[in-house]
């Protein structure tokens, strides 16, 4: 039997805190919070979050989906904004050896600009294994823009059940970690395929 499609915890802990928080603040009747969330997911607001368990994805999106909905008045630059936060977050942590390449990376070091593209490469291949210490589904690769000479993209395939919401928190990561290196809004994303979300480069290096 496949596993439940499922995140890390390291991730969704933020996710289960904010949450926590906003109904905190404001009163919800069962029948409201039930819109949004399943009795299983309302189990997990009352328990310890393990950073190194693993959490079912479809938790992840329908408290996500509250977040958004509630916090973020429907608006998906709400989840942007904090996809950039748990960037922020996670490197703050070094949790992950894939994050400190950050403070070294190839594309910094290079020089001309044939050089620069294909260390820029090497490191977006780095930054996608996180992907494998985070999700337990779907596979991460950067590639050359076909249809873009002088630009990558990130492939998320296998993404049959990667949902929206982390399409854009994945969105605000991506660009955060971009924004380390003096290159803001460099990305954006499509899902051209039900089992495929492919973030584009906006600009050449």
């Known amino acids: 039997m496949a596993a439940t499609p499922s995140i890390k915890g390291s991730v969704f802990s ?3 805190e904010d949450l926590s928080k906003l109904l905190d603040q404001r009163r919800f009747s069962d029948d409201e919070i039930g819109r949004w969330l399943e009795p299983t997911d309302r189990k997990l ?7 190194s368990s693993w959490y079912d994805v479809r938790s992840y999106t329908r408290m996500n989906q509250m977040l ?3 916090a973020g008045d429907g608006d998906d630059a709400f989840l942007r904004e904090r996809g950039r936060e748990t960037a922020r977050r996670l490197l703050n942590a070094g949790l992950y050896a894939q994050l400190e390449f950050l403070h070294r990376t190839e594309v910094a070091q290079a020089s001309g600009s044939e050089a620069r593209f294909a260390a820029f490469g090497r490191d977006l291949r780095k930054l996608c294994t996180l992907s494998a210490s985070i999700l337990n589904f779907s596979r991460w690769s950067a590639e050359p823009d076909p249809d873009r000479p002088g630009r990558y993209q990130i492939v ?15 969105d605000g990561f991506v660009n955060e970690m971009a ?3 003096g290159e803001a809004d460099l990305w954006d994303w499509v899902r051209p395929e039900r089992d495929r979300v492919v973030f584009r480069m906006l600009r050449d290096l």
């Open 68 to 70: 958004r909905d509630v």
């Open 45 to 51: 607001l009352g328990s310890p979050i393990s950073i």
């Open 179 to 181: 924004s380390l290196h």
């Open 156 to 170: 998320v395939s296998d993404a049959e059940h990667f949902p929206e919401v982390l399409a854009w928190r994945s």
């Open 14 to 16: 933020a996710v289960v």
